[in-house]
C-alpha cells in the first residue's frame, strides 16, 4: 500500500478574528481599531462578550490603505 507524501487539507481563512488579533496582524494599537470602529470604517460584531471582526471585511480595509511613499495630490 502507497503511502500519502502530503495531507490534502484545504487552507482555510479565519471568518472572523478578534481585536487582539487585528493588533497582531495589521500592527496597530487596540486603540486604533476601536477608533476605526468609532469612525465607521470597520464594523464590529459581538458574540456574547467578543468583539469580533469580519476578516475579509478587515483586508479590504488594510488594502484599501495608500501605499507608503503615496502623495495625496
Known amino acids: 500500500m502507497r503511502r500519502p ?3 490534502n487539507v484545504p487552507s482555510l481563512a479565519p471568518v472572523t478574528i478578534t481585536v487582539q488579533q487585528a493588533v497582531a ?3 496597530l494599537s487596540r486603540a ?3 477608533n476605526l470602529f468609532n469612525q465607521g470604517a470597520l464594523k464590529p460584531r459581538k458574540y456574547g462578550t467578543r468583539t469580533l471582526i469580519i476578516y475579509s ?3 479590504a480595509f488594510l488594502h484599501g490603505l495608500p501605499l507608503a511613499g503615496e502623495d495625496d495630490r
Open 5 to 7: 507524501t502530503e495531507l
Open 25 to 27: 496582524i495589521s500592527g
Open 32 to 34: 486604533t481599531i476601536y
Open 57 to 59: 471585511e478587515f483586508a
